[in-house]
């Protein structure tokens, strides 16, 4: 239980050009997700908040007209990168919330991550 | 912040010995969670400890959790080559989690 994929799992786009990127819970509702971008040797950085039904919350430093997110179902999110420029070659990794909002504690499970490669 | 600091930054063991790795972080939280990523994966969500709990076990891991250092553990026993993977904390108070630059373990066959 509480798999989340992602697709596709690369791409490689020419600069100027927009890509998007689906996250999928697939056994389990989830009104969270959350969009991470990592860059090689680094950290998971948390980009946005997406909920469902409502507009994302996106971190401090995040452009939202750069990196568009929809949350149009309890099982879908999508990441889109705008105009991409090679800066935005980087390995993005969605996660989704089991468990409703009533509950304090949270477990994340992540999906596979997409890499993305802007030429 | 809530972002935890794991140490060391990298730990290079043999097969069949015990990895220890530590996080710190500097805010209340209500859980504390630790992920394994492999290399161009995503991260695998290995064990969730709560605030009022000391100690938790899941096969060969164990965490401990001490609130009143504000520090975590996770102690993998008797190690694998297939352990080989970067270790990450993720204290919280919700839902959202920040991650440290991790722990890079090397399990030497």
């Known amino acids: 239980g509480a798999v989340v994929s992602q697709h596709p799992s690369w791409v490689i786009c020419k600069s100027g050009t927009s890509v998007k990127i689906e996250c999928r819970s697939l056994?389990?509702?989830?009104?969270?997700m959350f969009w991470y971008r990592q860059f090689p040797k680094q950290s998971l950085m948390l980009m946005a908040t997406?909920?469902?039904?409502?507009?994302?919350?996106?971190e401090q430093g995040v452009e939202k007209d750069k990196f568009l997110i929809n949350h149009a179902s309890l099982t879908l999110s999508t990441l889109t990168v705008t105009s991409a420029h090679p800066e935005d070659s980087s390995f993005y990794i969605c996660?989704?919330?089991?468990?409703?909002?009533?509950?304090?504690?949270?477990?994340?499970?992540f999906g596979p991550g997409t890499r993305l490669t802007v030429l | 912040s809530q972002q935890g600091e794991e140490d060391p930054q990298a730990l290079s063991i043999q097969e069949g010995e015990n990895a220890t790795m530590n996080c710190s972080y500097k805010?209340?939280?209500?859980?504390l969670q630790w992920y394994r990523q492999n290399s161009g994966r995503g991260l695998v969500h290995l064990i969730l400890?709560?605030?009022?709990?000391r100690e938790k076990h899941s096969g060969r891991l164990r965490v401990t959790l001490d609130t009143s250092k504000k520090s975590s553990s996770l102690l993998i026993t008797a190690s694998r080559a297939a352990d080989t993977a970067s270790y990450f904390c993720?204290?919280?108070?919700?839902?959202?989690?920040?991650f440290g630059e991790g722990t890079q373990l090397t399990v030497n066959p």
């Open positions: 997406s909920n469902e039904g409502s507009k994302a919350t996106y």
């Open positions: 056994d389990f509702q989830a009104t969270t």
């Open positions: 400890i709560r605030s009022n709990e």
């Open positions: 996660s989704a919330l089991t468990g409703d909002r009533g509950k304090v504690y949270y477990e994340q499970f």
């Open positions: 805010t209340s939280i209500n859980n």
């Open positions: 993720a204290p919280s108070s919700g839902s959202r989690l920040t």
